[in-house]
């Protein structure tokens, strides 16, 4: 897809993942959907069921209502994932905070070895921060109801791609359908490419290698932040990768709190 393409040009592709947890590595998808607009109308829609490879939590289930006998039966992401990237293929995605759903879908990509779009990505809330500052807030529901739309079930991915394309649309009406694709990635500022949510390049450093290890295996690292000297044996639990930075999310024990430790202030890293 050419850059320079008219937004009323464009095939659009809104997309919502529900997850088991709230970072990739440690949890899994379990549901995704889409809806695909292109010339002013939706033209296809795509939603799945997926298992993840451990049980959820009562915590989790009250958030997307998504129950563990609801995905017993469905099946697992790397059955599924590669018709997904044939659906937004020849399209821009977009989604409402983008960056969380990129991460959980971009190493699934990487896991079945499928090349990572090249298009940026779009979300629906930058773009309404930029062109709806008035909103008091910008959660999808609060949208939904700032452009009194049509109401679907809250948490659920197929309903939630729905409003994430709604309010897509009305960000695009106010900044100008004549203008370009590029025009628009520039209005919201923060660059999405899918390249920079990447799992597997992460791994490229020995510190990305250590700390993405050992959370795939379950075990602690030992941490060198800020300087040699300031060691830590962390407990992480996911990585987030972000356009204001990358993060590791751990517990330090005996503190019961997670928290945020920053790529770029460590020095250097090993399981232990």
Known sequence: MNLATPLKDLTIVAF?????GAY???????????????????IDTYQTFV???????????????????????????????EDFYKFISDSVVVAHHAPFDLGFIGYEFEKKNLMLPTVPA??????SRKLFPESKNHKLQTLVD????????????LDDSKACLAVTLKCIEKFG??????DLLKAQVVRL??????IYSLQDTSVGNAVVSAIL???NIDLSYRNDNDHRILTPLGVVRNPDGDYIVALQPPEPEQKRFYFKRIVAAKIV
């Open 51 to 81: 298992k993840p490879t451990k049980k959820m939590s009562d915590f989790i289930i009250t958030i997307h209502g998504i129950t563990n006998e609801m995905v017993e039966s469905a099946p697992a992401v790397n059955q599924v994932i």
């Open 24 to 42: 990739p590595l440690d949890s899994d998808l379990c549901e995704i959907a889409a809806v695909k607009w292109k010339n002013g109308q939706i």
């Open 217 to 219: 295996s379950g075990r």
């Open 122 to 127: 779009l979300c629906s809330s930058l773009l």
């Open 177 to 182: 359908w004549d203008k370009t694709l590029e």
């Open 16 to 20: 919502d993942t529900e997850t088991s």
């Open 146 to 157: 700032f452009f009194k739309l049509e109401k679907g079930v809250a948490h659920r991915a």
């Open 193 to 198: 490419e899918w390249k920079n949510f990447s």
